[in-house]
């Protein structure tokens, strides 16, 4: 789950759905009518357009996301961050 902080829409992705924060997801999983319709409609009149029709777009995007979201979303972030904001803090304050 990166993309509500990592998507930028048509750059390097495509967002599904209206979920513009953490508080927007439900924690149980279920099947939304309008997510379901947004993942057919961007298909239909955006990626699969881009796709065939524009392909060094789609290319650029593809690229774009490895370049952006691999840099910041990735297991060495999470875990520094981990230890300076968990078990760094909570050993110093004992």
């Known amino acids: 789950g990166w993309w509500i902080e990592g998507c930028m829409e048509n750059i390097n992705g495509w967002s599904i759905g209206k979920k513009t924060s953490w508080e927007d997801i439900d924690i149980e999983p279920e099947w939304d009518p309008d997510?379901?319709?947004d993942l057919y409609n961007k298909l239909r009149y955006i990626i699969l357009p881009t796709?065939?029709?524009s392909f060094g777009k789609?290319?650029?995007v593809m690229k774009m996301s490895v370049a952006t979201v691999s840099t910041y979303f990735?297991?060495?972030r999470m875990v520094m961050e981990y230890i300076t904001?968990?078990?760094l803090k909570n050993?110093?304050?004992v």
């Open 35 to 37: 997510e379901i319709h």
């Open 51 to 53: 796709y065939y029709h």
């Open 58 to 60: 789609y290319v650029n």
């Open 74 to 76: 990735n297991t060495n």
């Open 85 to 87: 904001k968990l078990y």
């Open 91 to 93: 050993t110093l304050s």
